[in-house]
């Protein structure tokens, strides 16, 4: 209840003013569009047209500030046209009839009017109803007493009297009260879901383009050093034991004819160097696709990521699921490298990784008692996993100050 009467008051005093704002700038676009469209032949409609733009936007926008109480989320302000620097007085006058959303605020004020009006008055009725039938008792023996006056209660055959028309319009006052704010609260959120599609609509949708943008880039940018940083390995990892493996196996063919005793240790060495090459492929391959990750799930592959850690892990995954293989990868990898950090640069002594689902997103967090300052700056290995976590529109927060500890949570959207 409490929280129910400042929301009907607001809803109530967004309705009650925005009749009255909607009735002014309806008026004003009207007679501007009207009056701008018909000398617009001899020019002299261009500058009554951007006034009338101009006017649509400043009301556009206290609307938008009006939207945001009502139905309590943050609006996005839409990006206006600018005249480009140094640009003549004529092109400046013209700016103001560029782009759609000016032309969308100006559709706004004439749309919303009759919206308005009849929002206004279903609340002005259903306030009065409720006001007038709970307190009838209080006046209601005046028009009883008078001659020749036929109630609502006698017109529908209940009978006439103080008595009975009290009871009657306290009845119908009850009703009207347990309704009211239903009734507001659907009038003000339709006039306010209005004002929302055609005031910030347009720069959601822009807002939405350059994220899904931006995440594309982050996407690509982090392929881009994961794959630089696969070749870089490989040159100096495999690529040289390959070359010195064929370097032995060569000298142990000319030492065949020579010395075999000779030829079998190099041939041992080889294999030696084979093993070792083997595994650091298979090292690498964990950093491409694991294969315990696509096989069991993510609850194994962390708990392998943390038994290899050289930091000991406290590992709690409260997780089963299967998730699509660019989250569950995505995941994966985040961890990875976050316990490589903690490894190489934390000189931490206990770590712990969590990993858990709360609504449609999962929720990873990786700390250590360790030294502490690690950031996303550019250049540091955090900011390789804020890119990864943008490419599935995920966020990274990192809590490092200097001393320790370090915390680090990644969001990951998984519906």
Known sequence: ??????????????????????????????????????????????????????????????????????????TVRPRYPRSPDGARWFRRMLTPLAGGQPWLDALHALVVFPVAVATFCVAVTWWATTVSALTYPLYG???SNIPGNHGLPELLGLGRGYLIDSVFYVAMGVVAALTLYPVVRACAVLQASLGKALLTGVAQLQERIEDLTEGRNAAAHAEANALRRLERDIHDGPQQRLVHLAMELSRAQRELERDASAAHAT??????????????????????????????GLAPALAALAGRCTV??????QTAERYPALIENTVYFVTAEALTNVAKHSRATSCWVTLT????????TIGDDGVGGAHVAKGHGLSGLADRLRAVEGELTVSSPSGGPTMITAEVPCA
Do not use: K, N
């Not at 093993?275 to 069991?296: H, K, N, V």
């Not at 689902?357 to 990873?364: A, N």
């Open 1 to 74: 209840m409490r929280r129910l009467l400042p929301r009907l008051a607001g809803d109530t005093a967004y309705l009650l003013v925005g009749f009255p704002l909607a009735t002014v700038t309806f008026c004003l676009v009207v007679a501007g569009l009207s009056a701008g469209a018909g000398t617009l032949v001899v020019w002299v409609g261009v500058p009554i047209l951007a006034l009338t733009l101009l006017v649509a936007r400043g009301m556009g926008e206290v609307e938008r500030a009006r939207i945001r109480a009502v139905l309590g989320v943050d």
């Open 312 to 317: 000991p892990v406290e590992l709690d995954v």
């Open 357 to 364: 689902r709360i609504g449609d997103s999962l929720l990873l």
């Open 141 to 143: 023996w005046i028009f």
């Open 267 to 296: 041939i041992g060495q080889a294999i030696t160097a084979t093993r070792e090459t083997l595994d650091e492929l298979r090292a690498l391959s964990r950093g491409i696709a694991p294969p315990i990750l696509a096989d069991r």
